[in-house]
């Protein structure tokens, strides 16, 4: 009996929602007592579930869930509903259905039947308790928890009474409107989920625990709030609500809703059927199923659907019709493989669609038998009793399936480790080996045969045949000894081969134990270490072998010591007596813990560093106490003492640091002059002493004095290492000595250091006495100052016309110097300064002195003018133009300037800064130079330049045709190459007279060849030329007269050839337009063979042709020519041939092959210059292009 229970909320999650883990099952209910029923109710999302167990506890379920209940009796059990539902027995097919719904709904159940093999999920529970903080709502009916094969789909049940005088009551939940959208996204998202587990390998044309449909088809139904009106869906089928209480008007939202209702029940209404199933390739442990698409049934009409909405699950059963059937399938495909089947076994097969939006349909079963097999591969045989020479075995048949079995194939590898062969074959269960060797491996397998093969062997198993005690063995023998641990080993016993199984008792007696020997290593290796002994003690041993058989006697008794352990670290030392600033003597005792043996001798180390590892070994013997010497003072010193054994060495010990007393530190070295002496200050710098006694320094004393004999004064104390004695006289000599000290005191006194002041500089010179000699001479005089001390080695005088910019002209011991060299008019200043070995003095007053005026200063910047920097045009092959800088006029103005050029040739002008010397040769060299003249007189003339005068323009060269054309001229013109030359340094302007009267210029450049194109024919073209060059443009030529050629016809078109007759043809051509009046004739060529024959010459544009064979090939062509008369009498111009014609006899048709004739021409005619300079122009200009391109976007971008 189920109970449906239905709560208004939000719609359940596609997901099912687990059972409750906290209910344990119940063996009765998983074997399927068909007395007791179950009832699923659906705890939604923020609900709260109450029951009460068998124990009388309260049990509260949090939503979602699934909670299974169970009645024992098969009553139906109290629900308890809240305000707004009512619940209903339905009796449908002799099953009654509890429904627990809203009281104003139409409710059109859509259940199933129960099976009587229908698992039970929890112990049964008396009532469901209402819980007064949660109301409990309707349940809702469960999902998933029937399985698929035992549900059928009854018609639905007449609609349950409506109750409209109770008001609907509202429970705070949110009101949810199914309608067609929602539905489609459910069955969107049930695919999506399907695709989700075959790609993560839950379905693979086999499910191990599929979910069962009703889960997933479950999972759509949209729950919505009690007592509302709104639509829901339940199993597939659609519920419509109608509305109670007060009366409230139709809003479009409600239209809306009826719509959707009236379209949820038509697709309700629609009945699915499928076909039954069809078996194929039905095999021993695999069979192929296909079934055909669904197809629905609405008022008797029937409809196909479409294959993607519908989900087909296939189930199988082994255990009849009526058996528990499990799923194996779940997807869209309507072919499926069933693998991993029992052979001979009956087995029974249906499938069920199920779609989000319509009813599901189960087919009818199908029945089929698996195929017979060969037996499973048997299990190993059994040992049932063994001897020396003998095995019995015994073994158990395996699975025959559906073929009996009739022998058994027992075979053995004979106790060789080789090949399995054949050692016994019948229908026997046991057999017995004999005749074998004692204490023998033997290794077996079985197989098993029926009717229709062999099957595949069992297990191999080793089995021992029985033997004998072993012999005594050798005694153990160590391999090596530790402190705590022996390692001993052994060899087998003789006599004993290697197959055999031997284990090893090894006994161990300790020394003075009083024990006896006791078992310390059982098992089979050829080894064994004993640990936790003793340190130097001595162990008693002795081995015995066991196999099967029993035990040996044991062997002979060895005796093995452990070795001794090091000794422990002996204590820390420690000083005994006074510590002297270069020894100290130091004691210390044994190790509490000696290692079993006696010291033999004891190390004594010391280390100088306090950080490191650096240590020295000062004494090694027995006695405890030693007297370290040879130490530094004031020097911290570690000791420790370490001490060897039998055992080893020991760890040293903990380390005592002691540390010498201090003494004054030892004698400084002799001070050093720091820097250079001064006159009356010395700078000393010195080093530390060797040694500071074993204490820090703390200061350093300075004492001086005049000589050895004097007293000596302290003149610097301090820490420093650098000290300045102030207050000396220059060039004296004095002592130093340098002391240090420490906490000690002061050391002794260095080695006597003799330094001597230096001189001083020289006093200020006096201000020098200037004469002038001359206007570019003045004589410097000055006195010697004081010299401190030190003889003045030389003078240094500044010269300068600014007081502030002054250098050093002379340095020298003289006392005068004179200066030569200046510039007239011009004011000087000078000063000296004198020099000795101590330095340099400081500078005297500054004198100051003008020298007289003179003759100007030689001209500067003389140079030629070119042809673009003279304003006004001047025949520069007679004249040339200079220009120079005004010189400086040393105190009289510059009046003119004298410019020698040529054989002396001189030429007087003004004030002038440019002149133009006239009347000069052409191309001819000329060196200037020029001279500034004043009141004083001439100056010195500049530096001379050479300047050359152009030559005459070149005259105009002779003209000539070379080549006529119709259509161009080539003109040549004086004496050189054809093609123009970078170099040449003359160039042409060649001129053509237009059709006004003008003449242009067709070519400039340095060629004395071109070619004029573009011509019209027999037409007369005037032309003159001009050569020009750096001296300037010639004269233009006479003008010349040339007229072009002629031009001749143009080609005509292939002659047509029409047969007239047997023995006569007509052939005709396309006139051609007379030329200037010339008039035109036209030759006609016959070829045959290789002869060519002119049959016709006139200006007609037809010919017949008679009295030609037949059964022979000819060509025609023919061609155009001018007729025109000049001075030498009637002349003739011919253009090229026509393409030929080939006419054949044998025919008597015209054979016009154009194609032919065309490529004949394309291969006899080759291109000309003019077509392979235009193909060659081409090239080239696609090849800049790319190359430009290239360069803009690899380059510029």
């Not at 005068?949 to 060269?957: I, Q, V």
Request: hydrophobic letters at 30%; one cysteine or more; charged letters at 20%.
């Amino acid at each position: 009996m189920v109970i449906l229970a239905m709560m208004a909320d939000q719609p359940p999650p596609l997901e099912a929602t687990p059972i409750m883990n906290e209910l344990t099952l119940l063996p009765h209910m998983v074997n399927g007592d068909s007395m007791q029923q179950v009832i699923l109710v659906q705890v939604n999302p923020g609900e709260t579930f109450t029951i009460r167990d068998e124990d009388g506890h309260i049990q509260c379920i949090q939503g979602p869930a699934h909670v299974p209940l169970v009645s024992s009796n098969g009553s139906v059990p109290p629900i308890f509903v809240p305000p707004g539902y009512v619940s209903q027995v339905v009796e449908e097919n002799g099953v009654r259905k509890v429904v627990v719904l809203p009281h104003s709904s139409e409710f059109h159940p859509s259940m199933h039947p129960p099976s009587p093999h229908v698992p039970h999920y929890m112990h049964p529970h008396p009532a469901l308790l209402p819980h007064p903080p949660h109301p409990v709502y309707s349940p809702v009916p469960g999902t998933g928890e029937i399985p698929p094969q035992f549900i059928h789909q009854p018609p639905p049940p007449p609609p349950p009474h409506v109750y409209q005088e109770q008001e609907p009551r509202s429970h705070g939940r949110t009101n949810f409107i199914q309608r067609d959208e929602r539905t489609l996204k459910m069955q969107e998202h049930l695919k999506k989920r399907l695709k989700d587990r075959q790609a993560s390998g839950h379905t693979n044309n086999k499910i191990n625990s599929p979910p069962s449909p009703h889960k997933v088809h479950n999972s759509s139904n949209t729950n919505v709030q009690n007592g509302n009106g709104k639509v829901q869906q339940v199993a597939g089928g659609l519920i419509k609500q109608k509305q109670t209480g007060k009366t409230r008007a139709s809003s479009p939202a409600d239209a809306e809703m009826g719509e959707s209702d009236t379209e949820s029940k038509k697709l309700y209404d629609l009945h699915l059927s499928i076909g039954k199933p069809v078996v194929s390739d039905i095999q021993a442990r695999s069979a192929v199923l296909s079934w055909n698409l669904p197809f629905s049934s609405q008022n008797g009409e029937s409809s196909s659907l479409t294959p993607a909405t519908f989900i087909f699950e296939v189930a199988v059963s082994n255990s009849g019709k009526n058996g528990k059937f499990k799923p194996v399938y779940i997807g869209e495909e309507t072919t499926v493989t069933l693998p991993e089947l029992r052979p001979a076994t009956d087995y029974h097969v249906r499938v069920s669609a199920t779609s989000s939006s319509i009813k599901e349909s189960v087919s009818e079963l199908v029945s089929f038998t698996t195929e017979s097999c060969e037996p499973d591969a048997p299990a190993a045989p059994k040992l049932i009793n063994r001897t020396k020479n003998s095995l019995s075995l015994h073994w158990k048949s395996s699975n025959d399936n559906g073929s009996k079995i009739t022998n058994f194939l027992l075979e053995w590898d004979e106790g060789k480790n080789g090949t399995f062969k054949e050692c016994y074959y019948g229908n026997l269960k046991q057999y017995k080996l004999t005749k074998l060797f004692p204490s023998t491996k033997y290794l077996f397998r079985l197989a098993s045969k029926n009717d229709i093969g062999m099957s595949g062997f069992s297990e191999t198993v080793i089995y021992y045949t029985a033997g004998i005690v072993p012999s005594p063995p050798l005694p153990p023998q160590l391999t090596q000894a530790g402190v705590t641990w022996l390692s001993l080993k052994w060899s087998p016993p003789n006599g004993v081969s290697s197959d055999d199984s031997l284990t090893y008792t090894l006994d161990m007696e300790e020394e003075d134990s009083g024990y006896g020997f006791q078992p310390k290593y059982n098992g089979d290796e050829l080894s064994c270490t004993l640990k936790n002994l003793r340190r130097s003690t001595s162990y008693k041993f002795r081995l015995s072998a066991c196999n099967s058989e029993g035990k040996s006697n044991p062997s002979e008794v060895v005796e093995y010591s452990t070795i001794p352990d090091k000794p422990g670290p002996p204590s820390k030392p420690t000083v005994k007596g006074k510590l002297h600033s270069h020894d100290v003597k130091v004691t210390w005792d044994p190790p509490k813990d000696n290692g079993g043996s006696d010291i033999s001798k004891y190390f004594l180390e010391i280390s100088e560093t306090l950080i490191g590892t650096k240590w020295k070994i000062v004494y090694s013997g027995s006695v405890r106490e030693h007297v370290c010497d040879h130490l530094k003072p004031g020097t911290s010193y570690r000791l420790r003492v370490s001490c060897i054994s039998k055992g080893g060495e020991s760890p040293v010990s903990d380390v005592l640091t002691v540390q010498t007393s201090a003494v004054p530190p030892g004698p400084c070295p002799m001070p050093y002059l720091a820097s250079k002496a001064k006159p009356r200050e010395i700078t000393l710098q010195w080093d530390p002493p060797s040694t500071d006694g074993g204490s820090e320094v703390t200061e350093y004393v300075v004492e001086m004095a005049n000589s050895e004999q004097d007293e000596h004064r302290q003149v610097y104390q301090g820490l420093t290492l650098e000290c300045t004695v102030n207050n000396l006289h220059p060039g004296r000599l004095y002592c130093f000595w340098i002391r240090a000290g420490n906490k000690a005191g002061l050391g002794p006194p260095s080695e006597k250091a003799e330094i001597s002041t230096a001189a001083g500089p020289p006093d200020q010179c006096s201000t020098p006495l200037l004469t002038c000699k001359a206007a570019t001479c003045v004589v410097v005089t000055w006195e010697s100052p004081a010299c401190n001390g030190a003889e003045i080695s030389e003078y240094r005088l500044d010269w300068g016309q600014m007081e502030g910019s002054m250098r050093v002209i002379y340095t020298g011991p003289c006392l005068s110097y004179e200066v030569k060299g200046l510039t007239p008019a011009t004011t000087y200043y000078c000063r000296v300064q004198a020099v000795n070995i101590a330095g340099v003095g400081l500078f005297g007053d500054t004198g100051v002195v003008t020298t007289p005026a003179s003759v100007p200063a030689a001209v500067s910047g003389l140079q030629q003018l070119e042809e673009d920097q003279i304003e006004i045009p001047l025949p520069l092959s007679m004249c040339l133009a200079i220009q120079w800088e005004e010189p400086c006029c040393h105190g009289s103005d510059i009046i003119g300037y004298n410019i020698e050029y040529g054989g002396k040739q001189l030429v007087t002008v003004g004030r002038v800064t440019s002149h133009i010397l006239e009347n000069l040769q052409p191309d001819t060299l000329y060196r200037i130079r020029i001279q500034a003249i004043n009141n004083f007189g001439v100056g010195p003339f500049s530096h001379s330049i050479k300047a050359k005068t152009k030559p005459l323009p070149p005259d105009p060269p002779h003209l000539e045709c070379v080549v006529f054309s119709y259509q161009s001229l080539k003109l040549k013109w004086g004496e050189g190459p054809s093609r123009a030359l970078i170099t040449n340094p003359t160039q042409f302007n060649l001129q053509m007279e237009d059709r006004f009267g003008r003449f242009v210029t067709v070519y400039s450049g340095p060629s004395h060849t071109y070619k004029v194109q573009r011509l019209n024919e027999s037409t007369t073209y005037y032309f003159k030329i001009q050569a020009y060059s750096d001296a300037g443009e010639g004269k233009f030529s006479e003008v010349h007269a040339f007229t072009t050629a002629k031009s001749p016809p143009a080609s005509l078109k292939a002659p047509k050839v029409n047969q007239l007759g047997e023995n006569i043809c007509e052939i005709t051509w396309d006139p051609l337009q007379s030329m200037k009046r010339d008039s035109i004739v036209y030759i006609l060529q016959l070829a045959s063979g290789r002869e060519v024959d002119q049959v016709y010459k006139g200006s007609e544009t037809s010919f017949r042709f008679t009295n030609f064979q037949t059964n022979c090939e000819y060509r025609f062509r023919v061609c155009a020519g001018r007729r025109y008369q000049d001075s030498t009498g009637l002349q003739e111009l011919y253009g090229p041939y026509s393409p030929s014609t080939v006419f054949s006899s044998q025919k008597q048709e015209l054979v016009p092959q154009c194609a032919d004739s065309i490529a004949e021409s394309a291969k006899v005619k080759k291109p000309s210059d003019e077509q392979i300079a235009a193909i060659l122009l081409i090239g080239f200009a696609v090849v800049a292009v790319l190359f430009a391109s290239v360069v803009q976007y690899f380059v510029i971008k």
